[in-house]
């Protein structure tokens, strides 16, 4: 069983940054793909961004691309999604994901029914 707990989460204006970070338990997160989706009001969940087991694989949606940046710290057992140059169209609910089934993973998934474990989310909203 594996739970995941985003913050860092909130109002920002367009421009602005925040740091989202998500924290899991259990022994094996270091095994683990993690990805960070996105969910606004009306619309169907998207990708964001995806990090290897290692952190050296990351993927980005080409709407953040250059803007965020996904790393980990596996000591910590965090994930962390940094977000730069923030516009109003970012603002939805963020969540974590784990695909706990495949352990260290050469491929970095990109769609939800590829992760088995999400976070509650937490909110992001830009201001224009």
């Known amino acids: 069983q594996v739970q995941l707990v985003e913050s860092g989460g909130g109002l920002v204006q367009a421009g602005g940054s925040l740091r989202l970070s998500c924290a899991a338990s259990g022994r094996t997160f270091s095994s683990h793909t993690m990805g960070w989706f996105r969910q606004a009001p009306g619309r169907e969940r998207e990708f964001v961004a995806v990090?290897?087991?290692?952190?050296?694989?990351?993927y980005y949606a080409d709407s953040v691309k250059g803007r965020f940046t996904i790393s980990r710290d596996n000591a910590k057992n965090t994930v962390y999604l940094q977000m730069n140059f923030l516009k109003p169209e970012d603002t939805a609910v963020y969540y974590c994901?784990?695909?706990?089934?495949?352990?260290?993973?050469?491929?970095?998934?990109?769609?939800?029914?590829?992760?088995?474990?999400w976070g509650q989310g937490t909110q992001v909203t830009v201001s224009s």
């Open positions: 994901a784990a695909d706990t089934t495949r352990p260290y993973r050469t491929l970095v998934p990109t769609t939800g029914n590829e992760y088995d474990y």
């Open positions: 990090i290897s087991w290692s952190g050296v694989r990351t």
